[in-house]
């Protein structure tokens, strides 16, 4: 007598809902990351340091950028030490907060002066940038 073997379904995970949910988030990342908006015009490289968070008490400081070759951004326009002196006296009074984002391989006197810029121009509150 011959018996036959009952059909037994495998036994295995049904993949179409995990599918759904990991394509569900890879939406939501992609969408979510159009929103950040780095404003960056040179290319730096910041030092690092354990407290890296910067405290925004006004609507927007003054962003000033300097890149290793010595190039100086002052809001996103490029300007020379001289022109940067100029403008940061015209901000006197109007603007008392100042992000200042410099290359680590920038001279210390570099940045030191700009910073000096600042203190004269009335500028107390500066806050470096780091990574």
Known sequence: MQFSEPDEEQAGINLTSLIDVVFLLLIFFMITSTFIKVER?????L???????????????????????????LDGQL??????????????GKRKSAVVRADRRLKHGTV???LGLCRDAGIREIAIAVK
């Open 47 to 73: 030092p690092e340091a354990k407290a890296a968070e910067l405290e925004q008490k006004e609507r927007k400081p003054i962003q000033i950028e300097m890149d290793r070759g010595g190039r100086i951004t």
């Open 41 to 45: 015009k040179l290319d730096l490289q």
């Open 112 to 114: 030191t002066a700009v």
């Open 79 to 92: 300007v020379t030490m001289k022109a940067l002196e100029t403008r940061l006296k015209e901000f006197q």
